[in-house]
C-alpha cells in the first residue's frame, strides 16, 4: 500500500520520470518529508497561504496616548506593554481564493472573530458582550454569521502573542475584527477601528 501510495504522489506531483516499483525506499520518502505517511487526494496543490499581522509590537517614539522613546524589552516586569502595542490588521483588505489559508499573526491582547457577509455596524456590541473578570476589557459575544472565533485572551495573560491559521472554503466577503471592543470600536471617536475584509472567490 504504501508502494502504490508513493508511485501516485509522484505521478500527480509531475515530475517527468515516474518511479515504478522498487523505486520506493523509505530514504526517498525522507528527503521528501513523508516519513511515510501519505495523503493524496486529499492534497490542495492550489491553495496558498496569506499572513495578516493581528496587532503588533510599536517600538516607535509616535505611539499613543503614551508619547514615549523607550524601545520594547519584552524582559521587563511587563512583559506586554500594551501602550506599545499597534492596533491593526494588515493587510486590512485583500482578496483570496476558496481553500486559501490565512495565518493571524497575533501580538498583544486580541481576539480573531471573523464573519462571513456581513459590516462592522451590524455586529451587536451592546447587548451581547463577555462580562470582563478582573481588569479585562469586554469582548464580543455575538454569534450570528460569525464563521471563526479564536482563542480567549483573557486565558493567556503573561504570553499573548499567538498563531491561529484559519482555512477559507466558501466564496464570500469576510469581515474579520478583533473581539476586544475598545479596539474593535472607538467610542471617543465614534468610529469602527480594528477590522478588515477577506474577498474569498472561486
Ligand atoms: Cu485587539
Redesign the pocket.
Known sequence: MQRRDFVTSVLVGGLVTPVMGDGHNSTEDDQQGNQGEHDHGKRNDKGTNYTIS??HWNPTPTNTPTQTSSPIDRFAADPNPRFLNG?DILPGNFRIRVGDTVTFAIS????VLIYRGIKPEDIDRTNLLLSPPMTFPPLINDPDNRLYRGLDPRAMPTNQDRVEVVGFNTPGRYLVL???LP??FDAAAQEFV?FGYINVRD
Request: proline content about 0%; aromatic content about 24%.
Open positions: 493581528f496587532g492596533h498583544g491582547f486580541h481576539l478583533c473581539g476586544v479596539h474593535f480594528m
